[in-house]
C-alpha cells in the first residue's frame, strides 16, 4: 500500500535536488498515481505504449506523459502526439519515423537520445562514438527536438561502476550541450539515484523506491 512514507521519500528527493523527478509508473494502478497528483506531482514514467495510452485516458490532462521504454518503430503512430517527453530514442530509423509522424500532423516532438553507457548487451542507445553523427542527423530532421541524453547504469550494486558510467555520459552532455542545445540529462534511478544526482543529472527516473 502506498502511504504518507512514500510521499516523504519523494519530498526528500526533491529537497536534494534541482531537478525534475520523473515517477515511473510502471505496473501501478491508476489509484497510486493520483496518490501523488493529489499531491502535486505531474510527471510520470511508463515502458508500454499501451499502458501508457490507457492510463492517460483515465487520468487528468495535465499530466506530462514520459515514454522511457524501448520503442518500436511501428509503435510510434499511437504514441507519438500523447507524450510530453521520450527518452528512449536510439536509432536513425526510429528518429525518422517520428520525425515522418510528427510533421505529417505538424507538431514538434521532444525527445531525448538514449546512450549506451552500460557493457550489458540487454540495454539498447547509441554508442558514444556515434553520439555527435546521430545528433547531427537529427538535426536535420525538423519536427523533432533533441533536448538532452538519457542513459541506464549497470543493474549491480557496484556504485563505483555505476558512477563512471554517469560520468562518461556526463561528459558528453557538457560537450555537446551547447552546440546541440542539451538541456537534460536523465540518469538516476531507484538504485543509483544519488551516484546520478553526483554526476551532474538534472532529470531522475524514479519507480520502485516511491511504490513499496
Ligand atoms: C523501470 C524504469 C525506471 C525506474 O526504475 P526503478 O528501479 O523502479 O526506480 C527508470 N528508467 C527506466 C527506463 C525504466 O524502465
Not at 99 to 113: G, S
Not at 118 to 138: P, V, W
Request: hydrophobic residues 40%.
Amino acid at each position: 500500500m502506498i502511504s504518507k512514507l512514500n510521499l516523504k521519500k519523494l519530498k526528500k528527493i526533491k529537497s536534494q535536488f534541482f531537478g525534475t523527478v520523473v515517477i515511473v509508473s510502471k505496473r501501478r494502478s491508476v489509484e497510486e498515481i493520483l496518490f501523488y497528483y493529489k499531491n502535486g506531482h505531474r510527471d510520470f514514467g511508463e515502458n508500454r505504449v499501451e499502458e501508457l495510452i490507457t492510463k492517460k485516458e483515465l487520468l487528468p490532462a495535465d499530466i506530462n506523459w514520459h515514454f522511457v521504454g524501448n520503442l518500436q518503430t511501428k509503435k510510434v503512430k499511437k504514441i507519438f502526439n500523447k507524450v510530453h517527453l521520450i527518452h528512449s530514442l536510439d536509432s536513425i530509423k526510429l528518429a525518422d519515423q517520428l520525425d515522418k509522424r510528427a510533421t505529417y500532423k505538424n507538431i514538434k516532438i521532444n525527445c531525448l537520445v538514449q546512450v549506451k553507457i552500460a557493457k550489458e548487451a540487454t540495454k539498447s542507445g547509441i554508442r558514444c562514438e556515434m553520439l555527435e553523427n546521430f545528433l547531427l542527423h537529427c538535426e536535420k530532421l525538423e519536427n523533432i527536438n533533441i533536448i538532452g541524453l538519457m542513459g541506464m547504469g549497470t543493474n549491480t550494486n557496484d556504485l563505483k561502476l555505476v558512477s563512471s558510467e554517469f560520468d562518461e555520459l556526463n561528459h558528453f552532455f557538457n560537450i555537446f550541450k551547447n552546440k546541440y542545445n542539451l538541456k537534460y540529462l536523465s540518469i538516476g534511478m531507484s538504485n543509483d539515484y544519488k551516484v546520478a544526482i553526483k554526476s551532474g543529472s538534472n532529470m531522475l527516473r524514479i519507480g520502485s523506491l516511491l511504490f513499496e
